[in-house]
Each structure stands twice: as C-alpha cells, then as structure tokens.
Antibody, heavy 120, light 107 residues
C-alpha cells in the first residue's frame, strides 16, 4: 500500500497562497485519483479536489475559483495551491489516494496531515 | 454543507453492538466508505464497498445498505473503537462527499 508524506508552510497571513505537496512512496500514481481533504478545528472532513493520474482535475465547486491541483509524475508527487487564503481556510489538510476503477472507491491511503493556520 | 447526514453521537457499552447510519440520496447509487478518526490522527479506512474490510480491520466491523442509508455496525465494541466515524460517498454532482461525522463513545 502506498505511503503518502506531505509537507508545506503551516502559518499564513490573509491573502497569501497556501502551498502543500504530497509525495507518493511505495506506489505508482497510475490508476488512482489523488485528493486533498481538509478538516477545520473541531469540524468534519471537507473534500477539496482531486487529480487523476492522467492529469484531469475535479474541484469542490465552493473552492474551485481559488484552488489548483497539479501532478509531477517525475517526482511521484502532487500539489495543492489555494489562493488567496482567509481565516476560514484554517484547517488540517490531508492528501489521500482514491481508486479510479469504481465510483465507490474509498480513500485507502492518507497523508499524516498538515496543520495550516491563517492569521494576521 | 454535507449531503450525507449522520447522527452526531452514539454511545455503546463495552462488548455490545452499535450501529452508525449515514443518509443521503447519493447512497442510492454509490456505496459508502467508512473511516475512523482518533484525536490528532488522520482518518483510517475501516469499511468500503458492499461490505469489505481493509487488511488489519477486525471482523467486528461490518456494513449494510438500504435505499438512501448506509450503516456501519460494530459488534462487540472495544475501548479502542472510540473515535469519530465518517461516511464517504458521492453527492448529486458525482463529487466525493463526507458525512457530518458520528462520535462513538464506549462506556
């Protein structure tokens, strides 16, 4: 099973750009969707968006105007950019893998989570 | 807002059975997946598809589906089963969506 390791800046000011990267180890990018999910403090999980190994993307409509998810197959990693950020974007951000062979595929591998705080 | 609705909290006596439900129109089309999350940790997949458990998940976890409702049952709850449980499926647009979450307390 693939191991996901994520990294990126954790403290931002309003209007700045959130940038996170997720490395995929012991597994291929092929055959999967690669997602970003976030969890505000004390709240539930929110799907942000996903990228297929082919490069096609699908974003949460509520965030679509501010996010970009990209894939770097040479480094076996994918990235999230969210701009501009506000305090409402404060959350723990997770990367995760979802199977692409079924619409009912689960998120079977998760990154460790990256806490992001937006404050002036 | 989530299109998958869960009860906010349930409690169960040690060793007893508890069922967690997830309701949403998308569940008439797609199976749900279920995740357990403990404080400060990433979610862990415990059930997916019709009734499938990933390797390492005890067989006391099982699932069922009926109409617009998916259920996760823990038969013989253990102290380590305490945590937040989230269902996941797809919304009316076909996008991934998570349930509102259920906090399980083992008494």
């Amino acid at each position: 099973q693939a191991q996901l390791q994520q990294w990126g800046a954790g403290l931002l000011k309003p209007s700045e750009t959130l940038s996170l990267t997720c490395g995929v180890y012991d597994g291929s990018l092929s055959g999967y969707f690669w997602s970003w999910i976030r969890q505000p403090p004390g709240k539930g999980l929110e799907w942000i968006g996903e990228i297929h190994h082919s490069g096609s993307t699908n974003y949460n409509p509520s965030l679509k105007s501010r996010i970009t998810i990209t894939l770097d197959t040479s480094k076996n990693q994918f990235s999230l950019r969210l701009s501009p950020v506000t305090a409402a974007d404060t959350a723990v951000y997770y990367c995760a893998r979802e199977g692409a062979n079924s619409s009912s595929s689960p998120f079977d591998s998760w990154g460790q989570g990256s806490p992001v705080s937006v404050s002036s | 807002s989530s299109e998958l609705t869960q009860d906010p909290a349930v409690s169960v006596a040690l060793g007893q059975r508890v069922r967690i439900t997830c309701q949403g129109d998308g569940l008439r089309i797609y199976y749900a997946s279920w995740y357990q999350q403990k404080p400060g940790q990433a979610p862990v997949l415990v059930l997916y598809g019709k009734d499938n458990r990933p390797s390492g998940i005890p067989d006391r976890f099982s699932g069922s589906n009926s109409g617009n409702t998916a259920s996760l049952t823990i038969a013989g709850a253990q102290a380590e089963d305490e945590g937040d449980y989230y269902c996941h499926s797809r919304d009316s647009s076909g996008n991934p969506s998570f349930g509102t979450g259920t906090k399980v307390t083992v008494l």
